[in-house]
């Protein structure tokens, strides 16, 4: 009725003014984070570009358009071999840890799963070496891989096998296991270096709890009905595994996969501390590079050079998910 | 990720691998497992308190035949570092980045799950891409912009803070419990007069303190771990924190392994023992958001 009496110009005015104020009210809600947000990552990650195309080392030099891309891409240049290299050792650090860490985490994960006594505690044991500081932990692991008295020297010489020098060690282990068999095998297969894959063993060691936690909660996402329908339908467990968790897992083993590799490609703190990218420049990954370049160069056109890097770098990691998201992603069931 | 739900209860058995292998064989496989993820807390504990000659002795000693308490005490007096003085800042540099991304994504996250306004599609989407940019892209830019030239934060307190206010996963978790809360409480509230601000302090918070909880743990384990940005962006050893001050201590102490597994506990200790007692809130929020640190 009152609303009968108040002028049609008036009412829509008044509709607008408490429009404006909630939306008002909203963004005042909003602004803190945006801001944060706005004013460290989103201006940082087009500056990075507009980095990338000057000669910028302890002061701004010229613009230089190009030219740094043009330094690290040319193969007759120096930057390209340590870039070519960085990028080799960034494969195989992928290689190395990411699918031992997903198959682990897997197994564990089903073996959880089926009603295990103590699962909680064993989920809390597997899941300690994750919430622990990289820096402490890779100290711990620094005197474990010890070149004289560590630890896993001592493991390996119980089944017969000499010490290593581990994170010391530059040379690729196919080439060690071959030699050790009396097979010489040219530098070109030489492998990953011991000391990359002693980086690896600790990312596998940090990284296997997280991975635990997710594959848990997706199998605890999949319905119990759909077991109890297969099985009363007379389906064998392995049929059970391939038919029903595997495809219902499929969209929990994508993100997995997807967040490890991109996790592996951009570790920095890990490597850092074990091996600071040596020995011989074997563990040094594009990361590391990019570090060395930006801080090592910094007189000569330490930023230009490592902005350009590192955006080379993001169009590569974002290739690698894409190509990730059409290959695997199509065998991907989403219910 | 968001679709976690609780650990199952009942002892039903969905998929029974373990016909494939006995019971025993399977805890078998389970205690060797959690062996080798314990192991190296146990052995940087033993070493720290082992004497210099039986920590570097081959074969290696798995129990200390003594206890070398004072180890602790001389790597906490090791010269040139400051432990202390590390600790404070760690501590107060966790807390106040806390509680200040605490505030953050508890407005955000409120308005995106609670507040209709223009944009609140585009704007999460905006949000959602932006975890897309990758640290290695702007740190470089980030250094830049704390030099002199600009904020002028290079070698403070504020420059180890203020990036850190804010979290776009923090955000997704508290909208998600914001959005589970009823529309019904909201109404009532709002009929009692109630504004969107008296809403979320009395009624909204109170309702969502799990979700609090958790994310207050994640981001105080993360200030807590943090060593690559305030490793490049400070240089004064008094306002550094424990993870830069565990390295110069590595670097410093050479092959004393003794001490450096001291200077490790130090650092790992505290945040264990938090873990331990409040692991749920931790696995939780970690399932429920796949944050990789």
Do not use: C
Request: net charge positive; hydrophobic share 55%; no cysteine.
């Amino acid at each position: 009725m009152a609303a009968e009496v108040i002028p049609a110009k008036i009412r829509v005015a008044s509709r607008r003014r408490r429009i404006f104020l909630e939306n008002f009210e909203a963004y005042l809600f909003l602004a803190p984070a945006l801001i944060l947000i706005g004013l460290f990552q989103v201006v940082p990650g087009i500056a990075a570009f507009v980095m990338s195309l000057t000669r910028w080392g302890v002061i701004y030099e010229r613009w230089a358009w190009f030219e740094n891309y043009a330094a690290i891409l040319d193969p007759s240049g120096a930057r390209f071999g340590e870039f070519v290299n960085a990028l080799g050792v960034t494969v195989w650090y992928v290689l190395l840890t990411v699918p031992i860490e997903m198959a682990i985490a897997l197994i564990v994960a089903f073996v959880l799963y089926q009603g295990t006594r103590g699962r909680g505690a064993y989920r809390v044991v597997y899941f300690m070496p994750y919430i622990t500081s990289v820096v402490a932990a890779a100290t711990i692991f620094e005197w474990m891989f010890d070149a004289n008295f560590g630890f896993l020297n001592y493991v390996i010489g119980l089944v017969g096998v000499g010490s290593q020098a581990w994170l010391r060690e530059p040379r690729g282990i196919f080439q060690m296991i071959g030699s050790a068999f009396g097979a010489g095998l040219p530098d070109s297969f030489a492998g990953p270096s011991l000391s990359l894959v002693a980086v690896s063993i600790f990312t596998i060691w940090h990284f296997i709890g997280f991975q635990t936690v997710i594959f848990l909660a997706g199998l605890t996402n999949i319905s119990r009905e759909l077991y109890e329908a297969a099985r009363i339908d007379g389906a064998r467990e392995r049929q059970i595994l391939r038919r029903i968790t595997l495809p219902l897992l499929s969209p929990t083993l994508f993100f997995v996969g997807i967040i490890a590799t991109v996790g592996a490609m951009r570790s920095f703190s890990q490597i850092y501390v074990l091996t600071n990218g040596g020995p011989l420049d074997t563990t040094r990954t594009v990361p590391l590079l990019i570090f060395h370049t930006f801080f090592e160069r910094t007189a000569v056109n330490g930023i230009g050079l490592g902005a350009a890097m590192s955006f080379i770098f993001v169009l590569i990691i974002i290739a690698i998910t894409l190509f990730q998201f059409r290959v695997l992603g199509r065998r991907v069931f989403y219910d | 990720m968001t679709r976690t739900s609780a650990v199952p209860t009942s002892r039903s058995r969905p998929l029974n691998l373990g016909k494939i292998g006995p019971s025993l064989a399977k805890h078998a496989l389970l205690i060797l497992g959690a062996a080798v993820a314990a192991f190296p807390f146990y052995w940087m504990i033993t070493t720290s308190f082992k004497e210099f000659g039986e920590a570097a002795k081959s074969p290696p000693v798995l129990w200390p035949t003594s206890w070398h308490l004072e180890n602790w005490v001389e790597a906490w007096q090791y010269p040139h570092t400051l432990w202390a003085n590390a600790f404070a800042n760690t501590i107060f540099i966790a807390t106040m980045t806390t509680l200040g991304e605490l505030t953050t994504s508890v407005l955000a996250g409120y308005a995106f799950a609670r507040m209709r306004f223009r944009g609140r599609g585009v704007l999460f989407a905006l949000l959602l891409a932006t975890l897309f940019i990758p640290t290695e892209a702007t740190i470089i830019p980030n250094f830049v912009l704390m030099s002199r030239r600009y904020l002028g934060w290079y070698d403070t307190y504020t420059a180890q803070i203020v990036p850190f206010l804010v979290s776009i996963f923090s955000i997704f978790l508290l909208r998600q419990f914001f959005l589970g809360l009823p529309q019904e409480l909201h109404d009532a509230a709002r009929i009692d007069g109630a504004g969107h601000l008296r809403f979320l302090w009395s009624i909204g918070l109170p309702l969502v303190r799990p979700a609090l909880v958790t994310v207050s743990l994640l981001t105080f384990l993360n200030a807590w771990n943090a060593f690559l940005w305030p490793l490049i962006i400070t240089s004064r050893p008094e306002i550094r924190p424990i993870q830069v001050m565990l390295v110069q201590f590595t670097t410093e102490g050479g092959s004393r392994y003794h001490l450096l597994m001291a200077g490790a506990a130090f650092v790992i200790l505290p945040t264990l023992v938090v873990y331990l007692i409040a692991q749920r809130y931790f696995i939780e929020g970690i399932a429920r958001t796949g944050i990789r640190g």
